[in-house]
């Protein structure tokens, strides 16, 4: 299956509101805590997805997909 970045993530928000977007049940020290497991330092957080690696994008797009969504196809 191919997965083109570009079509999933928002390049004008940051990290932390992309994930926050798809985990909108979750506190925000969670989302914190699954962006820290995957490697995205405090000072990561508030940067624009635009001006992240094409592997930081990758594990943003994965924070966004193992989080749980209310409608399965939401991920899709």
Same mark, same amino acid.
């Given at each position: 299956?191919? +997965?083109?970045?570009?079509?999933?993530?928002?390049?004008?928000?940051?990290?932390?509101?992309?994930?926050?977007?798809?985990?909108? #049940?979750?506190?925000?020290? #969670?989302?914190?805590?699954?962006?820290?497991?995957?490697? +995205?330092? #405090? #000072?990561?957080?508030?940067? /624009?997805?635009? +001006?992240?690696?094409?592997?930081? /994008?990758?594990?943003?797009? +994965?924070?966004?997909?193992?989080?749980?969504? /209310?409608?399965?196809?939401?991920?899709?």
């Amino acid at each position: 299956m191919m +997965f083109y970045q570009a079509e999933a993530l928002d390049l004008e928000k940051t990290v932390l509101d992309t994930v926050a977007e798809a985990a909108e #049940d979750w506190k925000l020290d #969670d989302i914190k805590g699954l962006l820290g497991r995957c490697n +995205f330092r #405090d #000072d990561m957080l508030d940067r /624009k997805v635009q +001006f992240l690696s094409g592997g930081e /994008k990758v594990m943003c797009i +994965f924070c966004t997909v193992v989080t749980p969504h /209310k409608s399965p196809l939401r991920c899709i």
